[in-house]
């Protein structure tokens, strides 16, 4: 156990179903409380729908685990209301040090442009993580129902509804709901109970994880070595946590025996080595790994929606299991809002399994590519390896052949059913399917950031610096569409004429800094409509209330619907028992 984390035990509760004759229903069943479950009940919970959260445990996560959040993610759980505390908690970082055997070969910086609200990575143990997340939950406490001790144990999947049994302390119960969500890990008990696979790669070779606790003179930067004096022919990575915790991760080989390695007499041999002898620490937590590269073919089965580690799973470096299964559930999240609202046809849901197939292949093929390139398995790809290193120290085209973990990045939606409009003219990195970008703003006078003004419902973008002719007639057409759109807001980049600034569900803001001109493109007239989950979904240089209206049917799925939604690898109940 950490000696600088005191795992919080929450309370067991005794289920009121227990005391009840009928089978209660919900809405959304979600099985696991970690990072995505919790992250997928809080979401949720924002967009007005209730669940109730099961999970076998009752305290977070045992040892560091996870540690790099990106930008991206840092920005989804800002909207979710726990962005701050990973802020002040974590060690901000965006700079990087390459080096091999023993000099460097390069540096690199993650976010070179300034204007943006949050850093490029944080390090943050996972403990805290899931704690913050569990404390916003409890905030939320009216919609969020999160039962600690709570083990599904049977699982009925049918086309129309599922139904859960769980066991208690006080015995057993069962839960009948329109949609059960699985983020139960990466080796999901449901997954196997409903005879489903996730298929992949695994990776032949063992790393050893040392958080120590000491006070060091390394700065705040990521340090990787490829075959250094004090670990030679493996690699190393460096990371600093809150605490005065670092990380270590030795590469062992293949070899190398799992229960030996991370005894405390051979862990530290290795690390004083690296430290040099006159460096004192303690060892706060230690594990070895083996790592698998592997997804599920698809993420739904009937109404049973996977998630997380049990619907993909990369290895470590580049840091994109846990930052990419935040983005998963910011996908399904708005999606299954609006379905259970009866704003989009069910059709919708089969998106989350088309957009973040794309996602998770993404992560997989970069995560794949760093491992072959760390751990060269012939002797031709260990001299190419070396080679990229040795021209990476003199000459900038190696570098980006060096692949060290290509660190996390947000996954754009390229050729979605769901993206819009499109006009060539405007910055490739806003195209649809894209995150927003965030940006400096005065709001009502007050510094403010982009970001905040967008998300968990449709906003639209636009410039309002047009002519007073043009403004009364922008005004009546969109004064027609939010009347008729419930779900659809505005954000005004002025200075804008008085008509418009008059419209209902409208932010009137001031690009403090001229950055979201710059970023978005923008120029009189133009707009962007932006997805619940901050994607851009659709752009023009000139909007119309007729060309909002068919982009917002586009991403809520209408055109979807005369689909037959009877897919086959969908079909037939299974019931499984644990």
């Known amino acids: 156990m950490p000696s600088t984390y005191n795992n919080p035990v929450y309370p067991y509760r005794r289920p009121p179903e227990l005391d009840r004759d009928d089978i209660r229903h919900c809405p959304v069943v ?159 008990k449901i997954r196997d109970q409903l005879g489903l696979e996730s298929k992949g790669q695994i990776f032949q070779d063992h790393f050893l994880i040392a958080d120590v606790i000491m006070k060091a003179d390394f700065p705040t930067e990521r340090w990787f070595w490829f075959d250094p004096p004090f670990h030679p022919n493996q690699s190393v990575l460096l990371h600093k946590q809150p605490d005065n915790v670092w990380r270590i991760d030795f590469q062992l080989g293949w070899d190398a025996d799992p229960e030996e390695e991370k005894k405390e007499e051979n862990i530290r041999p290795r690390v004083q080595a690296m430290l040099g002898e006159d460096v004192e620490f303690e060892l706060e937590w230690a594990s070895v790994y083996t790592f698998r590269c592997r997804k599920m073919d698809d993420y739904i089965h009937n109404r049973v929606f996977f998630m997380g580690d049990a619907a993909h799973q990369v290895s470590p470096f580049g840091a994109r299991g846990a930052n990419g299964a935040l983005q998963s559930t910011e996908n399904l999240a708005w999606k299954l809002a609006r379905v259970l609202k009866g704003q989009a046809p069910e059709a919708l849901l089969a998106t989350y399994n088309d957009e973040r197939q794309h996602g998770a292949a993404e992560n997989i093929l970069n995560s794949t590519r760093a491992t072959d390139f760390i751990t060269p398995k012939s002797r031709i790809s260990r001299v190419f390896r070396d080679t990229t290193l040795e021209l990476a120290e003199h000459y900038p085209f190696a570098r980006s052949l060096v692949n060290s973990g290509r660190l996390s990045v947000p996954c754009r939606y390229d050729g979605s059913p769901l993206n819009g409009p499109d006009a060539e003219r405007y910055p490739n990195e806003l195209r649809p399917g894209s995150p927003a970008k965030d940006a400096p703003i005065r709001l009502a006078g007050q510094s403010a950031w982009l970001l905040n003004q967008l998300g968990n419902r449709f906003v639209l973008l636009l410039d309002g610096r047009v002519e007073s002719a043009r403004a009364e007639h922008l005004k009546a057409e969109l004064q027609s569409l939010l009347d008729e759109r419930g779900d659809l807001d505005l954000v005004i980049v002025g200075p804008t004429p008085h008509a418009l600034s008059e419209l209902p569900r409208s932010a009137l803001v001031e690009d403090a800094e001229q950055l979201i001109g710059e970023r978005y493109g923008l120029s009189a007239g133009s707009a962007y409509l932006i997805r619940p989950d901050q994607h851009v979904t659709a752009r023009w240089p000139e909007v119309s209330a007729k060309a909002i209206g068919e982009a917002m049917d586009r991403a809520l799925g209408a055109h979807l619907a005369a689909v037959s939604e009877d897919r086959p690898d969908h079909q037939g109940g299974r019931h499984a028992t644990a």
């Open 30 to 188: 979600i099985v696991g409380a970690g990072p995505t479950g919790l992250a997928m009940a809080i979401d949720l919970a924002q967009q007005g729908i209730a669940s109730v959260v099961l999970d076998d445990n009752n305290t977070v996560s045992v040892g560091s685990r996870a540690i790099c959040f990106a930008k991206r993610t840092l920005e989804i759980l800002d909207r979710l209301g726990c962005g701050q505390p990973m802020i002040d908690k974590g060690v901000t970082w965006q700079h990087g040090r390459v080096f091999f055997q023993e000099r460097e070969v390069y540096d690199f910086n993650l976010l070179p442009e300034e204007g943006h609200r949050m850093p490029a990575f944080i390090n943050l143990q996972q403990y805290y993580f899931e704690e913050y997340l569990v404390d916003r939950a409890d905030e939320l406490a009216d919609r969020i129902d999160l039962r600690w001790l709570h083990k599904v144990v049977e699982v009925d999947s049918q086309p129309e509804r599922s139904e859960v049994v769980v066991s208690t302390q006080d015995g057993n119960y069962r839960l009948t709901c329109d949609y059960l969500l699985v983020a139960d890990g990466a080796n999901s």
